[in-house]
């Protein structure tokens, strides 16, 4: 078809010539129309076949794009492609399920986006240090569109034109598995290390080297883990008494030729040839071929027990049995008289109260386990049935829902003619035995576990230099699987340039024996690293088989280390500019560090106050003042305080000292930032010599006051008194003079008279104002009364007055207590708004009191702000007067509603005289 189409082209163009309708070819045309033609018909088959190809490989790639679609869909990990910019061009479904984005969201961020903040710098710096196709492998944390936290294993490849492909699983589970049993680990190794015995594990070699021991070893024998080795005797056997050596080994080399526990009560010689008996369980720890690679066992003294054991067996053989062990419950039954008894501990042991009746059988039962019930059910029949059966272990459950493990003994008893008579025995609670025991037996796994999952990396190398064990952070830091390690020479696994440094440091290890300790820094694929190094000898006494290396990272610790430096060192500048003192002291006084500030206060250099004592430096306080302040700051965490020390030159300075309690390993540390206040209080002094100046003189300006009163009081009633009276009595006579005719004159006569009386009590109720008279005819009670009754009643308020005064007080002070009664009084009748008014007026040997309490509607406001008398000039002179007089002056409102005044005047005034 392609080529029809082709010649019809042909014919075409040649007909289609502008001017011509025909074409008559001469030989050389048509030659060059073969050849065009022919040409044209292969270039057309070529592109025919061209376009046939690619739909083929169109085809192809379609299939081979929906297989990769579904892979790349149904992947049980997360998937994602990157720019070489790391920004995201692709993720699949469970990748984007896993960070929370959609596809669209997810194509706007970079990876930093969602790496975690304190992760981005390294994954830049791995992804710069890529080139095309290399791989990278890491766990790091990314960060959810929610904001929480995802921890991963991410694999990524670089392609040829630069983008990222990177498959990324979930391990956020696995990290806090991990994060769970390395606390468990260390919960392990502290109820190990806190076994009052010895828990062990020897590994089967020539010398059965004991490669573990717990420190609970040198309270036991007196031997150290390392001294554990006898003339090429077995550890441990050599210091198992001679008269017991040979059948304890018979018995462990049956026990684990059946792989079976061992069990033995046996005695040892510690170091100070002292015999002690121990109990001994041990197993034999098998590979995963099963093949035996070592004993484990643990050790714990029963030396107490095995005296006890002693002086039973002098007694009856009952006895003997009950008594065997310390620490047994013991029971005896009675088979003719079908009684039950048993000892305290025995009802203990069951968490019974002691000296009531033993359960019957299925009472009994019902304590027991349910898994253990069948077992005791049969021994129970066969005791009663006479008939002697093993030991017993089960569980019971007390009543207080605890389970605790029994170890039970029993022996029938039978009379002269073989009859059954009963039985005897005794329960030990072996609990604890149990826990170890099971805690034993799992340490093997655990340390394994621990090995395997160490924050550092592990490597044990053998006397070759080959590298017997590594651990799971050896393959992260080398980056390549544990069969490339294991069996390999050191030389083999290490980075060239530390090679040759590293078999040095193996090789001292193995000539002496003594442990290395170095830091080295090395570049790994994830980057250059910080390590601190320690290679330990393993079996020294017996020459060095393993040395096992250790390798910490410290890079980030020594980066925090430095960033602490830093730190220090900006807080030290900061002390040395602030014009603050400070001073740094032990917990006895003695400084430690001063900062300049606090040196130039005190007139010295900073350099001759350390080591000094604070109590040199005081001014007022001795030795024992100084050492309890310390005492009180240590006890409390700190302290504020006003203290006065001594200058070089010998003047004082006053200092305001704010000091708190630094707690640290070594002992505790106060440090008090102190504030030269001496010219403060030298101002303050000043003020208050001012203020106690300006109230003598208000008091002199209120005495002067109140006797200019008294004599204008005195001239206005004497005087213009008199004269009023005079003048009453000459208009009377007048008016009597006047003839009755005259009747109008006499009525304006009256009428004066009766002005002028009106005046004479204007006179008195004058007088009375400036100074009544009643206190100073009759004292202070009656003129309080007097004064209540003429104010109060007079404003329609009833009132109730107390008054106990016992003594007589000086006039001056009667006179002001009056005055504020007086002021008081007229403030209820002005402001209060009240209907009844206490008042009392008490007296003791010391003070006398004054009290006035309304049912008004209260102080507006806080009477104890300061500024809640500004304005009121009636507080405020009550205040002054009482003041003056050396007392106080209290206002405040009463719990019912209304106010109350308080006055106090000390019977010696302030002068110091009554």
Same mark, same amino acid.
């Given at each position: 078809? /392609?080529?029809?189409?082709?010649?019809?082209?042909?014919?075409?163009?040649?007909?289609?010539?502008?001017?011509? %309708?025909?074409?008559?070819?001469?030989?050389?045309?048509? $030659?060059?129309?073969?050849?065009?033609?022919?040409?044209?018909?292969?270039?057309?088959?070529?592109?025919?076949?061209?376009?046939?190809?690619?739909?083929?490989?169109?085809?192809?790639?379609?299939?081979?794009?929906?297989?990769?679609?579904?892979?790349?869909?149904?992947?049980?990990?997360?998937?994602?492609?990157?720019?070489?910019?790391?920004?995201?061009?692709?993720?699949?479904?469970?990748?984007?399920?896993?960070? /929370?984005?959609?596809?669209?969201?997810?194509?706007?961020?970079?990876?930093?986006?969602?790496?975690?903040?304190?992760?981005?710098?390294?994954?830049?710096?791995?992804?710069?240090?890529?080139?095309?196709?290399?791989?990278?492998?890491?766990?790091?944390?990314?960060?959810?569109?929610?904001?929480?936290?995802?921890?991963?294993?991410?694999?990524?490849?670089?392609?040829?034109?630069?983008?990222?492909?990177?498959?990324?699983?979930?391990?956020?589970?696995?990290?806090?598995?991990?994060?769970?049993?390395?606390?468990?680990?260390?919960?392990?190794?502290? $109820?190990?290390?806190?076994?009052? =015995?010895?828990?062990?594990?020897?590994?089967?070699?020539?010398?059965?080297?004991?490669?573990?021991?717990?420190? =609970?070893?040198?309270?036991?024998?007196?031997?150290?883990?390392?001294?554990?080795?006898?003339? =090429?005797?077995?550890?441990?056997?050599?210091?198992?008494?001679?008269?017991?050596?040979?059948?304890?080994?018979?018995?462990?080399?049956?026990?684990?030729?059946? +792989?079976?526990?061992?069990?033995?009560?046996?005695?040892?010689?510690?170091?100070?040839?002292?015999?002690?008996?121990?109990?001994?369980?041990?197993?034999?720890?098998?590979?995963?071929?099963?093949?035996?690679?070592?004993?484990?066992?643990?050790?714990?003294?029963?030396?107490?027990?095995?005296?006890?054991?002693?002086?039973?067996?002098?007694?009856?053989?009952?006895?003997?049995?009950?008594?065997?062990?310390?620490?047994?419950?013991?029971?005896?039954?009675?088979?003719?008289?079908?009684?039950?008894?048993?000892?305290?501990?025995?009802?203990?042991?069951?968490?019974?109260?002691?000296?009531?009746?033993?359960?019957?059988?299925?009472?009994?039962?019902?304590?027991?386990?349910?898994?253990?019930?069948?077992?005791?059910?049969?021994?129970?029949?066969?005791?009663?049935?006479?008939?002697?059966?093993?030991?017993?272990?089960?569980?019971?459950?007390?009543?207080?829902?605890?389970?605790?493990?029994?170890?039970?003994?029993?022996?029938?008893? +039978?009379?002269?003619?073989?009859?059954?008579?009963?039985?005897?025995? %005794?329960?030990?609670?072996?609990?604890?035995?149990?826990?170890?025991?099971?805690?034993?037996?799992?340490?093997?796994?655990?340390?394994?576990? $621990?090995?395997?999952?160490?924050?550092?990396?592990?490597?044990?190398?053998?006397?070759?230099?080959?590298?017997?064990?590594?651990?799971?952070?050896?393959?992260?830091?080398?980056? +390549?699987?544990?069969?490339?390690?294991?069996?390999?020479?050191?030389?083999?696994?290490?980075?060239?340039?530390?090679?040759?440094?590293?078999?040095?440091?193996?090789?001292?290890?193995?000539?002496?024996?003594?442990?290395?300790?170095?830091?080295?820094?090395?570049?790994?694929?994830?980057?250059? @690293?910080?390590?601190?190094?320690?290679?330990?000898?393993?079996?020294?006494?017996?020459?060095?088989?393993?040395?096992?290396?250790?390798?910490?990272?410290?890079?980030?610790?020594?980066?925090?280390?430095?960033?602490?430096?830093?730190?220090?060192?900006?807080?030290?500048?900061?002390?040395?500019?602030?014009?603050?003192?400070?001073?740094?002291?032990?917990?006895?006084?003695?400084?430690?560090?001063?900062?300049?500030?606090?040196?130039?206060?005190?007139?010295?250099?900073?350099?001759?106050?350390?080591?000094?004592?604070?109590?040199?430096?005081?001014?007022?306080?001795?030795?024992?003042?100084?050492?309890?302040?310390?005492?009180?700051?240590?006890?409390?965490?700190?302290?504020?305080?006003?203290?006065?020390?001594?200058?070089?030159?010998?003047?004082?300075?006053?200092?305001?000292?704010?000091?708190?309690?630094?707690?640290?390993?070594?002992?505790?540390?106060?440090?008090?930032?102190?504030?030269?206040?001496?010219?403060?209080?030298?101002?303050?002094?000043?003020?208050?010599?001012?203020?106690?100046?300006?109230?003598?003189?208000?008091?002199?300006?209120?005495?002067?006051?109140?006797?200019?009163?008294?004599?204008?009081?005195?001239?206005?009633?004497?005087?213009?008194?008199?004269?009023?009276?005079?003048?009453?009595?000459?208009?009377?006579?007048?008016?009597?003079?006047?003839?009755?005719?005259?009747?109008?004159? @006499?009525?304006?006569?009256?009428?004066?008279?009766?002005?002028?009386?009106?005046?004479?009590?204007?006179?008195?109720?004058?007088?009375?104002?400036?100074?009544?008279?009643?206190?100073?005819?009759?004292?202070?009670?009656?003129?309080?009364?007097?004064?209540?009754?003429?104010?109060?009643?007079?404003?329609?308020?009833?009132?109730? =007055?107390?008054?106990?005064?016992?003594?007589?007080?000086?006039?001056?002070?009667?006179?002001?207590?009056?005055?504020?009664?007086?002021?008081?009084?007229?403030?209820?009748?002005?402001?209060?708004?009240?209907?009844?008014?206490?008042?009392?007026?008490?007296?003791?040997?010391?003070?006398?009191?004054?009290?006035?309490?309304?049912?008004?509607?209260?102080?507006?406001?806080?009477?104890?702000?300061?500024?809640?008398?500004?304005?009121?000039?009636?507080? $405020?002179?009550?205040?002054?007067?009482?003041?003056?007089?050396?007392?106080?002056?209290?206002?405040?409102?009463?719990?019912?509603?209304?106010?109350?005044?308080?006055?106090?005047?000390?019977?010696?005034?302030?002068?110091?005289?009554?």
């Amino acid at each position: 078809m /392609g080529l029809v189409t082709a010649l019809a082209v042909i014919d075409l163009a040649l007909q289609f010539r502008p001017g011509r %309708v025909s074409f008559n070819p001469t030989p050389f045309n048509a $030659l060059v129309l073969v050849i065009v033609t022919t040409a044209l018909v292969l270039t057309i088959y070529v592109v025919e076949r061209l376009i046939v190809l690619e739909r083929e490989s169109a085809e192809l790639a379609r299939r081979r794009g929906q297989d990769f679609e579904l892979l790349y869909e149904q992947a049980s990990d997360g998937i994602f492609v990157t720019t070489p910019e790391l920004r995201f061009l692709h993720g699949s479904a469970r990748g984007l399920a896993m960070i /929370g984005y959609s596809l669209d969201e997810l194509r706007t961020r970079t990876l930093d986006d969602i790496t975690a903040p304190d992760e981005r710098e390294a994954m830049r710096a791995r992804v710069a240090g890529s080139a095309p196709g290399g791989s990278l492998a890491s766990r790091r944390r990314l960060v959810r569109k929610d904001g929480s936290s995802l921890s991963v294993e991410v694999g990524a490849t670089r392609m040829a034109d630069g983008r990222w492909v990177a498959i990324v699983r979930d391990v956020t589970a696995r990290v806090a598995a991990e994060t769970e049993l390395a606390a468990k680990e260390a919960m392990l190794a502290q $109820l190990v290390s806190s076994y009052p =015995g010895v828990i062990y594990h020897g590994r089967r070699d020539d010398r059965w080297v004991m490669d573990y021991v717990t420190d =609970g070893c040198v309270a036991l024998t007196g031997y150290e883990a390392g001294e554990l080795q006898f003339d =090429g005797v077995p550890a441990l056997v050599g210091i198992v008494h001679p008269d017991d050596r040979d059948w304890l080994v018979e018995n462990c080399a049956r026990a684990i030729a059946q +792989r079976l526990p061992c069990r033995n009560e046996y005695r040892i010689v510690t170091k100070d040839r002292t015999v002690r008996w121990v109990f001994e369980q041990a197993e034999g720890t098998y590979d995963a071929q099963g093949a035996l690679v070592g004993v484990a066992g643990y050790l714990s003294d029963i030396s107490a027990r095995k005296e006890s054991e002693a002086q039973v067996r002098r007694s009856e053989r009952s006895l003997a049995l009950a008594q065997r062990t310390a620490q047994l419950g013991s029971w005896r039954w009675d088979a003719p008289g079908g009684t039950l008894e048993g000892s305290d501990e025995l009802f203990r042991i069951h968490g019974l109260a002691p000296g009531g009746p033993l359960p019957e059988s299925e009472q009994y039962l019902a304590l027991v386990h349910e898994e253990d019930r069948t077992a005791l059910r049969e021994s129970l029949a066969g005791i009663c049935e006479g008939i002697q059966g093993p030991d017993l272990h089960f569980r019971v459950r007390r009543p207080d829902g605890a389970v605790r493990h029994l170890h039970a003994a029993y022996v029938i008893d +039978r009379g002269e003619a073989d009859e059954l008579t009963g039985a005897h025995g %005794v329960v030990q609670d072996v609990t604890e035995h149990w826990r170890a025991q099971e805690a034993l037996r799992e340490s093997e796994a655990n340390y394994r576990l $621990l090995f395997e999952h160490a924050g550092e990396a592990v490597i044990v190398v053998d006397r070759e230099r080959r590298v017997h064990l590594a651990n799971a952070r050896v393959v992260e830091l080398l980056d +390549r699987p544990l069969e490339r390690i294991r069996g390999r020479h050191v030389r083999e696994c290490l980075t060239a340039g530390d090679a040759d440094v590293a078999l040095a440091q193996l090789d001292e290890v193995f000539a002496t024996g003594v442990p290395v300790e170095a830091e080295v820094t090395l570049d790994f694929p994830a980057g250059r @690293r910080l390590l601190r190094r320690t290679i330990r000898p393993v079996g020294v006494n017996g020459g060095t088989r393993f040395a096992i290396v250790f390798e910490n990272d410290i890079t980030d610790q020594r980066a925090l280390q430095s960033a602490l430096e830093a730190s220090a060192r900006r807080a030290r500048q900061l002390l040395e500019t602030t014009q603050e003192g400070f001073i740094l002291a032990d917990d006895r006084g003695v400084i430690v560090e001063v900062n300049a500030a606090y040196a130039a206060m005190v007139g010295y250099a900073a350099a001759e106050l350390v080591g000094r004592s604070i109590t040199s430096m005081e001014a007022e306080l001795d030795e024992a003042a100084v050492a309890a302040r310390i005492a009180t700051m240590l006890r409390e965490g700190g302290a504020r305080f006003v203290t006065h020390h001594r200058r070089k030159d010998g003047t004082r300075v006053v200092l305001q000292v704010s000091a708190a309690v630094l707690t640290q390993d070594e002992g505790a540390l106060v440090a008090a930032f102190v504030r030269d206040i001496t010219e403060e209080r030298t101002r303050e002094a000043q003020l208050e010599s001012s203020r106690q100046q300006l109230r003598a003189l208000a008091a002199r300006l209120e005495a002067v006051r109140e006797e200019e009163r008294t004599n204008v009081a005195r001239e206005i009633h004497d005087e213009l008194g008199q004269g009023l009276t005079s003048l009453k009595l000459d208009l009377a006579w007048l008016r009597d003079q006047l003839p009755a005719t005259k009747r109008a004159a @006499r009525a304006r006569g009256a009428a004066t008279l009766d002005e002028v009386d009106r005046m004479i009590d204007a006179v008195r109720a004058l007088a009375a104002r400036l100074r009544p008279a009643i206190l100073d005819d009759l004292g202070l009670v009656p003129a309080v009364e007097w004064q209540a009754a003429r104010i109060l009643e007079r404003a329609g308020l009833s009132w109730q =007055g107390t008054f106990e005064l016992s003594g007589g007080v000086s006039p001056e002070q009667a006179t002001t207590l009056f005055r504020i009664f007086q002021e008081a009084v007229t403030n209820v009748v002005r402001h209060a708004h009240a209907t009844h008014v206490d008042v009392s007026l008490r007296g003791s040997d010391d003070v006398v009191e004054l009290r006035v309490a309304d049912d008004g509607r209260g102080f507006e406001g806080d009477p104890d702000a300061p500024d809640a008398h500004e304005g009121h000039l009636g507080l $405020l002179g009550m205040r002054e007067r009482a003041s003056g007089a050396g007392g106080s002056f209290e206002i405040r409102a009463r719990a019912g509603g209304g106010t109350e005044v308080i006055a106090r005047i000390p019977r010696a005034g302030p002068g110091g005289s009554a």
